[in-house]
Antibody, heavy 122, light 111 residues
Framework: EVQLVESGGVVVQPGGSLRLSCAASGFTFDDYAMHWVRQAPGKGLEWVSLISWDGGSTYYADSVKGRFTISRDNSKNSLYLQMNSLRAEDTALYYCAKDEAPYSSSWFFDYWGQGTLVTVSS | QSALTQPASVSGSPGQSITISCTGTSSDVGSYNLVSWYQQHPGKAPKLMIYEVSKRPSGVSNRFSGSKSGNTASLTISGLQAEDEADYYC???????????FGGGTKLTVL
């Protein structure tokens, strides 16, 4: 059974930094690209970032480019999101999501975690 | 404002069929057969219902179907059931600059 468990969400002040983690199990982690998708309270879904199966390629939404960094440790079956220069508008539930295609990017998400809440507030 | 446009809400009675539209542009929905649909119940994570416009993942009821015409994709749910009441989001690949765009979501109410 595929499981994705996010952690690291807390309340942080504007301008602060935070690192989210996602622990994966139930599939061959290093075969698949992984995404972060966020959802502001009461709002819709917003794609944040993608990292390729081998970590060699990364992609970002314009809203986070230059502030967020996605990474992965395939030896630990873990995905990360380093978030810097946080703003109030980054407040959201952050989901990690598995890409469907092995060794590629299908640009859709077949499994999702339950999310971790990041609140940016003074 | 979301990149893809969905109706804020739709409703239907049990047993009926409903269709949710998702309108994009020639830069996203119109250019790629990479439209997906997600169901989200309150307090839960999204669930993949349709991918690549019209394909259903294993385990998803065949009451759910997807299609596309031009810049507009559609999700149809036939034989509505109470458990279908949820928010539905469309999503599309949008090329090598924007990458992924979502619709604003549609709240389905089963009357």
């Amino acid at each position: 059974e595929v499981q994705l468990v996010e952690s690291g969400g807390v309340v942080v002040q504007p301008g602060g930094s935070l690192r989210l983690s996602c622990a994966a199990s139930g599939f061959t982690f290093d075969d698949y690209a992984m995404h972060w998708v966020r959802q502001a309270p009461g709002k819709g879904l917003e794609w944040v970032s993608l990292i390729s199966w081998d970590g060699g390629s990364t992609y970002y939404a314009d809203s986070v480019k230059g502030r967020f960094t996605i990474s992965r440790d395939n030896s630990k079956n873990s995905l990360y999101l380093q978030m810097n220069s946080l703003r109030a508008e980054d407040t959201a539930l952050y989901y990690c999501a598995k890409d469907e295609a092995p060794y590629s990017s299908s640009w859709f998400f077949d499994y999702w975690g339950q999310g971790t809440l990041v609140t940016v507030s003074s | 404002q979301s990149a893809l446009t969905q109706p804020a809400s739709v409703s239907g009675s049990p047993g009926q069929s409903i269709t949710i539209s998702c309108t994009g542009t020639s830069s996203d929905v119109g250019s790629y057969n990479l439209v997906s649909w997600y169901q989200q119940h309150p307090g839960k994570a999204p669930k993949l219902m349709i991918y690549e416009v019209s394909k259903r993942p294993s385990g998803v009821s065949n009451r759910f179907s997807g299609s596309k015409s031009g810049n507009t994709a559609s999700l149809t749910i036939s034989g509505l059931q109470a458990e279908d009441e949820a928010d539905y989001y469309c999503c599309s690949y949008a090329g090598s600059s924007t990458y992924v765009v979502f619709g604003g979501g549609t709240k389905l109410t089963v009357l």
